[in-house]
């Protein structure tokens, strides 16, 4: 609690597999799922409101890392 934290995300890609698109959930009270972000390179990142300034992609290059940094 009180520091930054790296969300990791790694998928390895079978031969003809791409990764198109990573989106990231919270889950909360009764597993309820908000969605927190989408990592797309067609269609650039999105972060839901109240996450804006808070998640940045911190995965580099290709999808198959979609890592995400969390600020606190």
Same mark, same amino acid.
């Given at each position: 609690l009180?520091q930054? #934290?790296?969300? &990791?995300?790694r998928?390895?890609?079978?031969e003809?597999?791409? =990764?198109?698109? $990573?989106?990231?959930?919270?889950? /909360? ?5 908000t969605?927190?972000? #989408?990592l797309? &390179? ?9 996450? =804006?300034?808070? $998640?940045l992609?911190?995965?580099? /290059?290709?999808?198959?890392d979609?890592a995400?940094?969390?600020?606190n």
């Open positions: 009180g930054d #934290v790296v969300l &990791p995300c998928y390895r890609a079978q003809q597999e791409q =990764v198109v698109q $990573v989106t990231w959930l919270k889950r /909360g009270p009764g597993a309820v799922a969605e927190v972000a #989408v797309n &390179p067609q269609h650039g990142e999105h972060v839901q409101e109240p996450f =804006v300034g808070r $998640v992609r911190h995965g580099h /290059g290709e999808l198959e979609g995400i940094l969390l600020r």
